[in-house]
């Protein structure tokens, strides 16, 4: 695991940027589990807060929508798509 410290004041902010962060490193590096991205304060590292909603979709996809999206999860778009 790769825990890489981004400091930005707001949640809502923080949650946005980690969720770029972790789209836009995975289209370069594979290893990158985009699904598994979370952001947490520092002073309480062991409440993370998940930045996508991760459920399995009918298609046995991971669901990379917003966690608290509304309406029907759905899958990645699928590379070049
Ligand atoms: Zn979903």
Redesign the pocket.
């Known amino acids: 695991m790769i825990h890489l410290p981004v400091a930005v004041a707001e949640l809502a902010a923080a949650l946005d940027l980690a969720g770029s962060l972790a789209r836009w490193l995975a289209s370069t590096f594979p290893q990158v589990e985009v699904a598994g991205t979370s952001v947490s304060t520092e002073d309480a590292q062991q409440v993370r807060h998940w930045v996508f909603?991760d459920?399995i979709t009918p298609e046995r996809r991971r669901?990379l929508?917003r966690c608290d999206?509304h309406g029907e999860?759905?899958p990645p778009a699928e590379p070049g798509g």
């Open positions: 909603c459920r669901c929508l999206h999860c759905l």
